[in-house]
């Protein structure tokens, strides 16, 4: 059975303009994902899923594989990336008829290591007889026990989550995790049958807090490139 990997990667962008093949400390920013896949021992094909003739072009050139083109109707800021995970299953199982699962990088979070990617699929291999999916999370920023706030029925900041004894130390707070949108490892039948991620029986891969960043921003587009560096120089 296959390991498949694909990298989404449309062609607009509403927060930083062609941000998956612009140039980000030396290489587009679909490369990144790529390479890592390609330097996954676990993974057997990478694909791109793509609307765009450029980010084909960039893909191919770098070892990954292009067979099929993204809809319109999946092309856009609104489009489910569910659905474009199905569109592309759909497309692979004419390849590939036997996938064991289904890996997908996003490509905007280029700060993970190939040693998480292979973690993450021997924790989804691990447990596939009780989980359909595996994906990237790391301890929240914020907690809803602590310092998250919503206004209550008078239209005051109150706490989101209060617990009957108050916390006055955020390391007493009930664990709470953020959903990092850079690994996914999923059962085929999973994708197939479901319509979201959170209808699955999940869990987490727990990344380390400075490889969480993803960029959906000019700020985030920084950030990752001075990241990116400080890995390269460390």
């Known amino acids: 059975m296959s390991i498949v990997c694909v990298i ?7 927060g930083v303009k062609n941000k998956n093949s612009r140039i980000i400390n030396g290489k587009p920013l679909i490369v990144w ?66 996938i064991e699962c289904y890996v997908d990088l996003d490509c905007t979070s280029p700060l993970r290591d190939v040693s998480d990617i292979t973690a993450a699929i021997y924790q989804y291999k ?10 990237s999370v790391c301890a929240a920023r914020k907690n809803p026990y602590f310092n998250l706030v ?3 029925e008078s239209g005051y900041l109150r706490v989101s989550k209060p617990l009957k004894k108050r916390i006055i130390r955020r390391q007493d707070c009930p664990e709470v995790l953020e959903h990092v ?27 380390d807090y ?10 985030d587009f920084k950030i990752v ?3 990116l560096a400080d890995k390269k120089d460390g």
Do not use: C
């Open 33 to 98: 994902s790529i390479e890592q896949a390609l330097l996954t021992p676990e993974i057997d094909e990478v694909f791109v899923s793509t609307d765009s003739s450029e980010i084909k072009k960039i893909a191919l050139q770098h070892g990954a594989k292009v067979p099929f083109k993204r809809p319109k109707n999946l092309s856009n800021s609104t489009a489910p990336k569910f659905k474009v995970w199905k569109h592309a299953l759909r497309k692979i199982e004419k390849l590939i008829p036997d």
């Open 126 to 135: 691990r447990n596939k007889n009780k989980i359909d999916v595996v994906f």
């Open 210 to 219: 400075e490889k969480s960043f993803d960029i959906d921003s000019e700020l």
């Open 8 to 14: 989404s990667a449309r062609g607009g962008s509403a």
């Open 150 to 152: 919503e206004k209550n």
């Open 181 to 207: 949108a850079s690994i996914y490892v999923m059962s085929p039948e999973f994708i197939k049958s479901k319509e979201n991620l959170d209808e699955g029986r999940s869990e987490g891969y727990k990344i």
């Open 225 to 227: 490139s001075f990241l």
